[in-house]
């Protein structure tokens, strides 16, 4: 018989609760507060290292590259729409347009304030979110930013609505645990929290935010870009805009083999 856990998020580290500026990210909150997960059949995949054959990201900014291992069998709409843009060229010369001290950067914006403008492409920007237990927002990993929801009022309401994700994307660093932070986290699975005060994350948008991809080198590159010196945007201060310009240079999409550098 499946041993089906609830895990309660409800309030979990509020002061670490973030906002990606530019999206309507505030529908990562948006779902149920009680989630329930399979311990019988969870894998941690993000903590073991890319294999050979993995579809990996290397992401090449104006501070250092990041390398990651990207998740097609779980996420397969995010991967696609990312690895498409990559291939294209459309993240070349596109903007960090957030930091947010030691927590997460977004990127992958032309613009720098990190809205997309009127010429965005709508299929692009409309991709269902893909929420799976085996993808947790640990120090590295790759997340889709949102755009929005599918559905009027009443749907919306009624939690019946679908969030939506797009081109933009935000890489996680890690806020600070307590002791008291670290207990609470074991109190739902002790697996997951072993991750999370290990390798560190953000749990209070656990399993409300789509997770497509982690990070296995470059870690000293994600401190920097989540430790930017920054302006409080006039329109809104929840965004946190780069004084300097720091650029995603490119994106390039590779497979991964043994020869490339040591998993960090």
Not at 84 to 113: I, M, R, W
Not at 151 to 156: A, E, L, M, R, T
Request: charged letters at 25%; a negative charge; hydrophobic letters at 35%.
């Amino acid at each position: 018989m499946n041993n089906r856990v609830r895990f309660i998020f409800m309030g979990l580290f509020a002061s670490a609760v973030i906002s990606f500026a530019g999206v309507s990210c505030m529908q990562f909150m948006s779902r149920s507060d009680t989630i329930y997960i399979d311990t019988d059949t969870l894998e941690l995949v993000q903590t073991e290292p890319p294999k050979e054959g993995d579809t990996i990201a290397v992401i090449k900014t104006s501070l250092g590259d990041i390398k990651a291992v990207l998740y097609p069998e779980y996420a397969p709409n995010a991967v696609k729409n990312f690895t498409e843009l990559a291939e294209s060229g459309f993240y070349d010369n596109t903007y960090v347009f957030q930091s947010e001290p030691g927590v997460y950067f977004g990127a992958g914006c032309h613009n720098k304030n990190g809205e997309l403008g009127s010429d965005y492409d709508e299929k692009r920007e409309s991709v269902t979110q893909e929420i799976h237990q085996n993808l947790w927002p640990f120090r590295g990993a790759l997340c889709s930013m949102t755009t929005g929801k599918e559905g009027g009022f009443f749907k919306q309401a009624f939690g019946d609505s679908k969030t939506l994700n797009g081109s933009r994307f935000a890489v996680l660093n890690t806020m600070t645990f307590s002791e008291e932070d670290k207990q609470t986290l074991k109190e739902t699975n002790e697996s997951v929290a072993d991750v999370f005060i290990e390798k560190g994350g953000v749990p209070n948008i656990s399993q409300k935010i789509t997770v497509f991809g982690q990070a296995y080198e470059g870690f000293d590159v994600i401190d920097k870009l989540t430790d930017l010196e920054v302006e409080v945007s006039e329109e809104d201060e929840e965004r946190k805009i780069p004084v300097e310009d720091i650029m995603i240079e490119t994106i390039e999409i590779e497979t991964y083999s043994q020869k490339d550098s040591a998993v960090q």
